[in-house]
């Protein structure tokens, strides 16, 4: 990905959060993208600085607004992270475009020994406060995960998953 892709993508997700670049959610996006780039730099010697700075941010992001969001993931396009506090996401996370992410939300494997079964967001996914997504389950697109919701199975498109473990409701 070129420097101007990567602007492009930053500003895109700056839109997404109303413009506002002190909004933590937007901070936490846009270290994780330059995370992504960097890895795409030449030699190590040039990516080095780079991986400096993403490390910092990362780490601050983590530490001061409580989003844990490594460059391993893939997020898609326009994602919002609409509060923050307590958001920790699997390195191994798959969040589509036009996504939105809420506080005190995991998104993470569900045993030690399989470590890259992690959820799958489909786009449009919207997830409400405190909900708990674990393992390789897929979230349908345009599905709503209620808050407090503890998701162990696979959401359809269009559905609402709410309760502890979460019943899936189809919206209709």
């Given at each position: 990905?070129?420097?101007?892709?990567?602007?492009a993508?930053?500003?895109?997700?700056?839109?997404?959060?109303?413009?506002?670049?002190t909004?933590?959610g937007?901070?936490?996006?846009?270290?994780y993208?330059?995370?992504v780039w960097?890895?795409?730099?030449?030699?190590k010697?040039?990516?080095?600085p780079?991986t400096?700075?993403?490390?910092?941010?990362?780490?601050?992001?983590r530490?001061?607004?409580?989003?844990?969001?490594?460059?391993?993931?893939?997020?898609?396009?326009?994602v919002r992270?609409?509060?923050?506090?307590?958001?920790?996401v699997?390195?191994?996370?798959?969040?589509?475009?036009?996504?939105i992410?809420?506080?005190?939300?995991?998104?993470?494997i569900?045993?030690l020994?399989?470590?890259?079964?992690a959820?799958?967001?489909?786009?449009?996914?919207?997830?409400g406060?405190?909900?708990?997504i674990?393992?390789?389950?897929?979230?349908?697109t345009g599905a709503a995960?209620g808050?407090?919701?503890?998701?162990?199975?696979?959401?359809?498109?269009?559905?609402?998953?709410?309760?502890v473990?979460?019943?899936?409701r189809?919206r209709?």
């Amino acid at each position: 990905m070129s420097v101007l892709a990567l602007r492009a993508q930053i500003r895109e997700d700056l839109a997404v959060h109303d413009g506002d670049w002190t909004r933590p959610g937007f901070r936490a996006i846009a270290a994780y993208r330059i995370g992504v780039w960097r890895m795409g730099v030449g030699p190590k010697w040039l990516r080095a600085p780079l991986t400096l700075f993403y490390n910092w941010a990362f780490r601050h992001c983590r530490n001061v607004y409580g989003i844990e969001l490594p460059y391993t993931c893939t997020i898609g396009r326009r994602v919002r992270i609409e509060h923050q506090g307590g958001i920790v996401v699997h390195g191994a996370t798959v969040i589509g475009d036009d996504c939105i992410i809420r506080q005190n939300c995991t998104l993470g494997i569900r045993r030690l020994d399989q470590l890259h079964d992690a959820p799958i967001l489909e786009d449009g996914v919207n997830v409400g406060a405190g909900a708990v997504i674990l393992g390789r389950v897929t979230i349908g697109t345009g599905a709503a995960i209620g808050a407090n919701a503890v998701v162990l199975t696979d959401v359809p498109a269009g559905a609402l998953a709410t309760g502890v473990p979460a019943t899936v409701r189809l919206r209709g």
